[in-house]
């Protein structure tokens, strides 16, 4: 059975850094497709950075600059480091690996298609 396990998050002021973890069992990451995902208010979610199997990565331009996801294949964990956070940035944060696309709603189920249980980044102004 295959589950993704998250950790990080919390709250901070604008200006300030968190880094999210994503841990598998029972699912290697490295030759997968990873990324991570987020859900603002009141909007649908959409993923923000994103690692190809390969091991090429992608993000969208808006936080580009100052997200980074990167791969600890020993760990089998998977990161956002992500700095220089804005209210914008808001949201809950999800990990998700395997049969993924740039635009899911948040837990879609599909064969091969694995979630993280979500955790809360809160920017204050």
């Known amino acids: 059975e295959v589950h993704l396990m998250q950790s990080g998050g919390g709250s901070v002021q604008a200006g300030g850094s968190l880094r999210l973890a994503c841990t598998a069992s029972?699912?290697?990451?490295?030759?997968?497709?990873v990324g991570w995902v987020r859900k603002r208010p009141g909007e649908e979610c959409y993923m923000v950075s994103r690692?190809?199997?390969?091991?090429?990565?992608d993000s969208l331009m808006s936080v580009e600059d100052r997200f980074t996801i990167s791969l600890d294949s020993a760990k089998n964990t998977l990161y956002l480091e992500m700095n220089h956070l804005e209210p914008d940035d808001t949201a809950v944060y999800y990990c998700?690996?395997?049969?993924?696309?740039?635009?899911?709603?948040?837990?879609?189920?599909?064969?091969?298609?694995?979630w993280g249980q979500g955790t809360q980044v809160t920017v204050s102004s």
């Open positions: 998700a690996a395997g049969e993924i696309t740039w635009s899911m709603a948040c837990l879609a189920p599909l064969s091969g298609r694995y």
């Open positions: 029972g699912f290697t990451f490295d030759g997968a497709d």
């Open positions: 690692r190809y199997e390969g091991g090429d990565t």
